[in-house]
């Protein structure tokens, strides 16, 4: 095998509870993690020699802190691999919009090139090296919706319905950090059990913040609702509702504003980079 095509696919949080403020600075997080069949793709070219090059659609994001080059040099370092690759990412989705891209491309670049290289590591080790690279990483490795605790890096497989869903990126940029930092982000979030998930109400704790500071995220809310409950996912600025089948989610999305970009995706319990990674064996 000299080539290799894979696809990484978005994620929702279906909630987001902040529970506490770790002494590292990070915080203690409850979520319910929904994987879609909708994403990005990547393509993998093998190199007879260690160069790593990549390309992409978007040429501003062809820089040295891009995720697929640190995710190809991290485990061409870890495996002391001789080969090399050059690789081509096709960015379907929002940047900054809450909905993982960049975590699931560097996920699929651990996976891709250990399959392309012949590594043969675990799942269980790219996943640890995954985790390195950013927190919702370990979940696109193992490819499959979750309950996560912890940073999101505690992972527990759950069977969700495969709903339709709109989901609707407003034109903003929002700062994780930014969010995450903030003395009024609500952190006391009381822990509830994996069996407690579907009887407790959903909501995402940054979303009271994000709407106070990006008022946008507030009208998009408030210009979907109008068509289905909805909330928005990590720290936005993307949002989403279910749908009942795609005429209506369908419908929904022909009305939306202009300056707002919005794709209709199937909530899957794994990931379809699975499949893709099966049938190169």
Same mark, same amino acid.
């Given at each position: 095998?000299? +080539?290799?095509?894979?696809? %990484?696919?978005?994620?929702?949080?279906?909630?987001?509870?902040? +529970?506490?403020?770790?002494?590292?600075?990070?915080?203690?997080?409850?979520?319910?993690?929904?994987?879609?069949?909708?994403?990005?793709?990547? $393509?993998?070219?093998?190199?007879?020699?260690?160069? /790593?090059?990549?390309?992409?659609?978007?040429?501003?994001?062809?820089?040295?802190?891009?995720?697929?080059?640190?995710?190809?040099?991290?485990?061409? *370092?870890? @495996?002391?691999? $001789?080969?090399?690759?050059? #690789?081509?990412?096709?960015?379907?989705?929002?940047?900054?919009?809450?909905?993982?891209?960049? @975590?699931?491309?560097?996920?699929?670049?651990?996976?891709?090139?250990?399959?392309?290289?012949?590594?043969?590591?675990? #799942?269980?080790?790219?996943?640890?090296?995954?985790?390195?690279?950013?927190?919702?990483?370990?979940?696109?490795? *193992?490819?499959? @919706?979750?309950?996560?605790?912890?940073?999101?890096?505690?992972?527990?497989?759950?069977?969700?319905?495969?709903? /339709?869903?709109? /989901?609707?990126?407003?034109?903003?940029? &929002? @700062?994780?950090?930014?969010?995450?930092?903030?003395?009024?982000?609500?952190?006391?979030?009381?822990? &509830? =059990?994996?069996?407690?998930?579907?009887?407790?109400?959903?909501?995402?704790?940054?979303?009271?913040?994000?709407? !106070?500071?990006?008022? &946008?995220?507030?009208?998009?809310?408030?210009?979907?609702?109008?068509?289905?409950?909805? !909330?928005?996912?990590? +720290?936005?600025? =993307?949002?989403?509702?279910?749908?009942?089948?795609?005429? =209506?989610?369908?419908?929904?999305? %022909?009305?939306?504003?202009? +300056?707002?970009?919005?794709? /209709?995706? *199937?909530?899957?319990? !794994?990931?379809?980079?699975?499949?893709?990674?099966?049938?190169?064996?």
């Amino acid at each position: 095998m000299t +080539t290799l095509t894979l696809p %990484a696919v978005a994620k929702l949080n279906l909630f987001l509870h902040i +529970t506490g403020r770790r002494p590292d600075g990070y915080h203690n997080l409850q979520t319910l993690f929904q994987l879609l069949d909708v994403g990005d793709e990547l $393509h993998f070219t093998l190199r007879n020699d260690r160069n /790593i090059n990549l390309q992409c659609n978007n040429n501003d994001l062809v820089n040295e802190d891009n995720l697929v080059l640190r995710a190809a040099r991290l485990l061409q *370092r870890h @495996s002391s691999c $001789h080969s090399g690759c050059d #690789i081509y990412l096709d960015k379907r989705l929002p940047m900054g919009g809450g909905l993982g891209g960049g @975590s699931s491309d560097a996920a699929t670049t651990l996976l891709g090139l250990n399959a392309l290289w012949q590594l043969g590591l675990s #799942i269980d080790t790219l996943a640890e090296l995954g985790l390195t690279l950013g927190a919702d990483v370990p979940l696109f490795v *193992r490819g499959y @919706s979750a309950f996560a605790e912890g940073v999101g890096e505690k992972l527990l497989p759950v069977n969700l319905p495969e709903k /339709i869903y709109l /989901i609707v990126t407003p034109d903003c940029h &929002i @700062s994780t950090a930014e969010i995450f930092q903030h003395n009024d982000l609500i952190r006391n979030t009381p822990l &509830i =059990s994996v069996e407690q998930v579907l009887t407790t109400p959903w909501r995402n704790d940054c979303q009271p913040l994000v709407e !106070q500071h990006y008022p &946008i995220v507030a009208i998009t809310l408030q210009w979907l609702v109008e068509y289905a409950p909805c !909330q928005m996912t990590g +720290t936005g600025a =993307s949002v989403f509702a279910a749908f009942p089948d795609q005429t =209506s989610a369908q419908h929904a999305l %022909a009305n939306l504003p202009a +300056t707002w970009r919005g794709f /209709i995706a *199937r909530g899957v319990n !794994q990931s379809p980079v699975w499949a893709a990674l099966a049938d190169t064996e």
